[in-house]
Structure formats: structure tokens, C-alpha cells
């Protein structure tokens, strides 16, 4: 393999966002027909490199080699011509548009559209390719593992000879990214080179042959996929050993029950049901874990259980007593523990880690109407000093990274021993190591007698964590399985929607 010629070099790529260096002397070859996983930890660089390759950003220093020329890509119009293709995971396409509208959207070639002419190029392209996917179809109608195959047919549609693919597996149940595997396998046979953007380990094993790893903007290693493991790309990610957290197989559950949902119904933004009468429950001592493809109804859950959205029906139970649902205060005085979906709004930017550690108690450290800024800076060193925080009391929360925000929501929320934590995509967009520690925190929480209940769209971080698991599907609850019983493809089915339910609903030790 190594005494090919690449079908793309980049050479001592720069490239800087103001004081920060995305991406710092970079180089980068990719080889015909080979899969080839760029793996690294949130904010290592990888994205930004990609976008380069593809014409979306401009280089500081350095060239692009693509076919032996070197290439000057201006635009993505000037990757495309160059036979670049990018698919992100988040996809750019027309719901009202049909399958064959949307592959030839941008590209149709002339100012009247001859749909029967269309029809047969899209057919044509599907059938070179091995794809099925009905061109007449609206994308609206398409499951999200469909919509992926219409995104990488528009690449292919024009004439691409490297894919980039961008988290393909983030939304996508694992038999979906079995079969997107298969297709990736088969494009390979038909010398496509295809380029991985991930930071799933098992991921990179399974599918690539080579593998490139960055770290702050560096390149800190290139190995072949067959000559390396998942515990050496760890520690390629994140310059050191790391443990995998599993929970404690030998815990008592207890039989009080601190969580009961009953009957939740909600709508969406749209008007939409989103939640259909969802009841489920979490013993103390336990971590209940929900899996589901995004978009079933796990941001309304979330909501109504962190006090943000007054469901249309329904009840919550906190340790035998009704909480008043749409009232913050009321969940936080139950000793309800939130961890939001999205850290950038649990935290506030503009303030310091100080205040940001004590939003929530700040009755506690108010005296006859002031602030009592000596205790507050306390409380704050201290938690600093126990969730590992990289921080000082008085940096601005905007300027830290993703997992130290994180580490501030863990360490306000955790801190006041909450009777139940609401998990929501806890470790969305952190690194490994990040990841691990997230992961400890919430089986402390369990050891300590709290009800943990985890949403989550990684079901590998579901399985790990779980002592039950429940299956969401279009806003209801379609299964449930102890973790003894859980398999992945199992819950994959169910989180698809597949109708042979009555096979593992009940599949409970």
C-alpha cells in the first residue's frame, strides 16, 4: 500500500483562528480504494482539516496535492470539480424535494429541468453504485439511515472520488451503520477512497485500514488500522492511558423508587406530538437509561423533567411526592439534579466560574440583600479542586473548553446530593478522557443512592452504563430490557421502529 500514489496529500497545513491554531503544520495523504479514519478527541482538528480539503475554509500556509497536481480549492464548487465529496452529520437536504430533486439540486444544467432525463441520470448513478433508494420518494418520508444514502449519492452524482464523511454514525441506529459500513465497503471496491471524520474507536477498527491521529491541531500519529487497538488509539487521542468505566455488577438496587414518570404527553415546536404517554420509573440506586434516535421525543422528556416545558398531560413523582411540573424551583427544592443537553446553555458565558458554581444557591450566600462573594469564591475553589475543573474562579465560563463546562454543570448539580439526576447527552462532543470522567461521576451518584436517568443517542454509552434500559420510539416507550439481557441488536431494532416488538419488549431477567 505504501508505494502508491495518493490520491490526495495535504502538506503543512496552517490554519489559525485568531491566537488559535486549528490546525498546526498538518500533513496528511490519503490512498486510492482505502478507508482511511481520521480519529481524534473534540476541538483536535479534525473537522477544520476537512473543510479545508473541501474548499470551505483557505489554508494560512501550505498546498493541496489531488491526483499528482497540486490544487488550489477556492470553494467547495472547486473540491467537487476535483472529485471531493462531503457529507456532514448534519445533512443538507430538501424535505419537501424528492430523492432525485435533491441529488441534482445545484447541478441540473440548464434552466428548464427535464425530469424524465433526470429520473434516468439519478437511476443511472444508483444502479453503477448499488444503491436502493426509491428516486420519486419525498426525503421527508425517508428514515435518517435513507437520507444518509441521498447525501452520499450526491457526491457521487457528481463524480466524486473521495468521500468525506463527517460523525456518519452520530444519528444513526447500529443497524443503519452496520449497512452504512456495507456501502462504504462496496464504494471501496469501486475505487472510491473514503475519508472518516470520528472519535469512535470501534468504529475505526471495524471499517478503516488506515488511521491518522490528531491532538491539538498536530498530527501525533499514523498507524495501519490491522497493527494497532482501540486502547493505543486512546492514548493517541489524549496523551495518556485511559480506563474504561463500567459499573458495579456486585450493587444492591434499592426497591424504593425515586423517579416515577406517568403518562407524559407533549408536543413539539411544531405542534407535533412528541411524547405519547411515556411511563417508566428509577429505583434508587439505579441508572435507567433511555436509547432512541434523535428526534423521539427526548428533548421534550428532558425539558418537562428539568422544569422547562409544562407537559399536556401526565405526572412526575419524586421520592412519593408530586412535583408541580414547568417550575425550575420546584424540581431543584425536590433535589432534582439537571444535566442539560446542551452545555452551552447550562452554563452563562458572560460569567465567571464562581458564579456559575453557585447559580443555583444563590439564596444561600445572600446576606440581608448582598452577596456573600468571600463564601461564594470558597465554594468555588473547592469544587474546582474536586471536579478537577481547569479553571480559575474568576475566568469568564465562554472562555473554557466543552469538557470543563461540563465539569462546572457536574460539579453544581452533583455537589447538592441530589435524590435524582437527569442526564441528558452527557458526554455530547467530549473527548475520551472527558467521556471517562463524566462516566465515573454518574456511577458515583448511582453508588451513592441517587436515580440516575440517562438520555442518551450513544447507545454504546447507554450499555455501559445501564442497569435497565428503555427503548424510545415516535414518543412512547416500546421496550425495556435489563442490561443482562440487552443486546445492541435488539434495542437497534426497536429504536428503528421495527414492529417485531413483542420479541424483546419483555426481555427483563
Known amino acids: 500500500m505504501s508505494v502508491m500514489q495518493p490520491v490526495v496529500m ?18 496528511l495523504d490519503i490512498l486510492p480504494n482505502e478507508i482511511h479514519a481520521l480519529l481524534g478527541e473534540n476541538g483536535a482538528g479534525k473537522t477544520t482539516l476537512m473543510k479545508i480539503l473541501y474548499g470551505l475554509y483557505q489554508p494560512d500556509e501550505g498546498h493541496i496535492v489531488i491526483g499528482g497536481q497540486p490544487a488550489r480549492l477556492a470553494s467547495p464548487a472547486a473540491a467537487i470539480a476535483h472529485g471531493i465529496g462531503f457529507v456532514s452529520q448534519h445533512f443538507s437536504l430538501v424535505p419537501t424535494l424528492t430523492v432525485a430533486e435533491n441529488i441534482v439540486l445545484g447541478y441540473e444544467g440548464g434552466a428548464l429541468l427535464d425530469r424524465a432525463a433526470m429520473i434516468a441520470s439519478v437511476t443511472d448513478t444508483e444502479q453503477r453504485y448499488g444503491f436502493r433508494v426509491d428516486p420519486n420518494a419525498l426525503v421527508r418520508n425517508l428514515s435518517v439511515g435513507q437520507q444518509q444514502r441521498v447525501e452520499i449519492l450526491k457526491a457521487l452524482y457528481r463524480d466524486c472520488r473521495v468521500l468525506i464523511l463527517d460523525e456518519p454514525t452520530a444519528v444513526l441506529t447500529p443497524q443503519d451503520a452496520e449497512s452504512l459500513f456495507e456501502t462504504l465497503r462496496d464504494l471501496q471496491q469501486k475505487h472510491l477512497s473514503v475519508i472518516i471524520i470520528t472519535h469512535k474507536l470501534e468504529e475505526v477498527m471495524a471499517i478503516s485500514q488506515r488511521v491518522t491521529v ?9 498507524v495501519n488500522t490491522a497493527e494497532t487497538s482501540p486502547p493505543q488509539l486512546a492514548n493517541l487521542m489524549v496523551g495518556r492511558n485511559t480506563v474504561i468505566v463500567t459499573r458495579n455488577l456486585d450493587h444492591q438496587i434499592s426497591p424504593e423508587v ?17 411524547l405519547r404517554g411515556v411511563t417508566f420509573h428509577v429505583h434508587a440506586g439505579e441508572v435507567v437509561g433511555i436509547a432512541g434516535v434523535a428526534g423521539n421525543g427526548q428533548s421534550e422528556l428532558v425539558r418537562i423533567l428539568n422544569g422547562m416545558q409544562v407537559p399536556e398531560g401526565g405526572s412526575v413523582v419524586v421520592s412519593g411526592k408530586p412535583v408541580t411540573l414547568g417550575d425550575p424551583r420546584a424540581l431543584s427544592r425536590a433535589r432534582v439534579g439537571r444535566i442539560p443537553e446542551d452545555r452551552l446553555k447550562g452554563v452563562v458565558g ?3 466560574v464562581t458564579h456559575n458554581l453557585t447559580l443555583e444557591r444563590i439564596d444561600d450566600y445572600t446576606r440581608a440583600g448582598h452577596l456573600d462573594h468571600k463564601s461564594m469564591r470558597e465554594t468555588a475553589e ?35 446530593r441530589p435524590v435524582v439526576v437527569i442526564a441528558a447527552q452527557p ?19 448511582k453508588e451513592r443512592g441517587a436515580g440516575v436517568l440517562l438520555i442518551s443517542e450513544d447507545l454504546d454509552e447507554i450499555m455501559i452504563l445501564s442497569d435497565r434500559i428503555l427503548v424510545i ?3 412512547a416507550i416500546v ?6 439481557n440487552a443486546t445492541v441488536e435488539a434495542i437497534g431494532l426497536l429504536m428503528a421502529g421495527s414492529t417485531a416488538r413483542q420479541q424483546t419488549v419483555e426481555a427483563l431477567s
Open 10 to 27: 495535504m502538506q503543512g497545513i496552517v490554519k489559525r483562528f485568531g491566537a488559535l491554531v486549528a490546525s498546526d503544520h498538518v500533513d
Open 214 to 222: 490528531l491532538r491539538q491541531g498536530r498530527v501525533v500519529g499514523r
Open 258 to 274: 425515586a423517579l416515577t414518570v406517568d403518562g407524559l404527553r407533549a408536543s413539539d415546536r411544531r405542534g407535533v406530538a412528541a
Open 350 to 352: 458572560d460569567l465567571n
Open 382 to 416: 473547592r469544587l474546582i479542586h474536586e471536579y478537577q475543573i481547569k479553571a480559575k474562579p474568576y475566568d469568564l465560563a465562554r472562555t473554557l473548553s466543552g469538557g470543563n463546562m461540563q465539569k462546572i454543570i457536574l460539579a453544581r448539580t452533583l455537589s447538592q
Open 427 to 445: 458526554t455530547r462532543g467530549l473527548d475520551v478522557g472527558a467521556t471517562e470522567y463524566v462516566h465515573q461521576k454518574l456511577l458515583e451518584q
Open 473 to 475: 420510539y415516535e414518543g
Open 479 to 484: 421496550g425495556e430490557f435489563s442490561a443482562a
